[in-house]
C-alpha cells in the first residue's frame, strides 16, 4: 500500500516538477534536448523577463486584489443571509433560501452577455469591480449552501441564552454564531478563492485594458507576446500556480477539519 501510494504521490507531483523547469530552460531544452531533466543551464531570467517585460507582477496583483475582496464580500453576505434564513423566523426565509439556490442551476457562461450589458450601462467595465461584483455574486449560493449545513446544527439555545443575557440581534450573530463557523469559513473561502483566482471568461471579456488584467488573461497575452520563447511562459504559470499551492499547503490542516465537521454533524 505504502508503495502505490508512494508511486501514485510521485504521479501528481510529476506535473509541478515539470513546470517549475519547464519555467527554467531555453526553446531547445523544452524541445527536446532535455524535456524531463533538470535544466542545463537555470535561466532564472525567464521569472525576471515575465515579471518585467509580461507584468506579472501587475496582474498578480490585480488578481490577489479581485480574489481578496470578492472572498471577503461573498462570505460576509453569505453568512448574514444564512443567519437570517436559518436563525430567523418570517414569513419568504425558505424562499428566500430557493431563491438563492437557484444561482446554483444558471451556467456562468450563459451570464456573460446580460452581465456584460450590465456592467456597460453602469460604466464599471475596465475597473477592479468590473470582476469583484460578478465574482461575489457568483460564488454567493454555493457559499449560503455551505454555510447553512453548519449554521442548522447550532443550538438554537445558544441565541436564546444570548438573547436573555441582553444580547441583541446583531450581537448574537457577531458574538456567538460567528466564531462556532469557523470550519464553513475555511470551506467557502477556499471554494472562493480557487473560483476566482483561476477564473478567465469574465476577465478576459470585461476587462479590455492592460492595468486591470489577471494573471489567466496575462498569462493568455504572454503566449501572444513570446510564440517562439517559452520559457517566460512558464515561468507565469509558476507565477499563477505556486500561490495556490502555498496556500492549501498552510490551510490543510483548516480544510480537512471543515470536511470532518460537516461529515459527522448530528
Known amino acids: 500500500m505504502y508503495i502505490f501510494l508512494g508511486i ?127 465574482y461575489s455574486a457568483f460564488a454567493l449560493s454555493m457559499s449560503i449552501l455551505i454555510c447553512t449545513g453548519f449554521m442548522v446544527e447550532i443550538p438554537y439555545a445558544l441565541d436564546e441564552a444570548a438573547r436573555i443575557d441582553g444580547c441583541s440581534l446583531t450581537g448574537t450573530f457577531f458574538r456567538i454564531i460567528l466564531p462556532l463557523m469557523k470550519p464553513a469559513v475555511s470551506t467557502v473561502g477556499v471554494y472562493s478563492y480557487l473560483q476566482c483566482w483561476n477564473e478567465f471568461m469574465f476577465a478576459n471579456v470585461f476587462i479590455s485594458d492592460s492595468q486591470h488584467r489577471t494573471l489567466p488573461v496575462g498569462i493568455k497575452a504572454l503566449s501572444g507576446a513570446y510564440t517562439t520563447d517559452w520559457g517566460p511562459i512558464g515561468a507565469a504559470l509558476c507565477i499563477a500556480t505556486f500561490p495556490t499551492l502555498i496556500f492549501y499547503l498552510f490551510l490543510s490542516g483548516k480544510i480537512q477539519e471543515s470536511f470532518i465537521a460537516g461529515a459527522v454533524k448530528g
Open 8 to 134: 501514485w504521490a510521485l504521479i501528481n507531483l510529476f506535473p509541478i516538477y515539470f513546470m517549475f523547469t519547464f519555467s527554467l530552460k531555453s526553446n531547445e531544452e523544452i524541445f527536446g534536448a532535455n524535456i524531463v531533466g533538470l535544466p542545463r543551464e537555470w535561466l532564472w531570467t525567464n521569472y525576471t523577463r515575465a515579471l518585467g517585460t509580461g507584468n506579472m507582477l501587475l496582474y498578480f496583483f490585480n488578481s490577489l486584489l479581485v480574489t481578496t475582496l470578492a472572498i471577503a464580500i461573498s462570505l460576509f453576505a453569505a453568512m448574514m443571509a444564512t443567519y437570517a434564513i436559518t436563525r430567523i423566523s418570517w414569513k419568504l426565509n425558505k424562499l428566500t433560501n430557493a431563491f438563492f439556490m437557484l444561482g446554483l442551476t444558471i451556467p456562468i457562461q450563459a451570464s456573460i452577455v446580460p452581465v456584460y450589458v450590465v456592467l456597460s450601462k453602469l460604466h464599471w467595465l475596465n475597473k477592479y469591480s468590473t470582476l469583484i461584483v460578478p
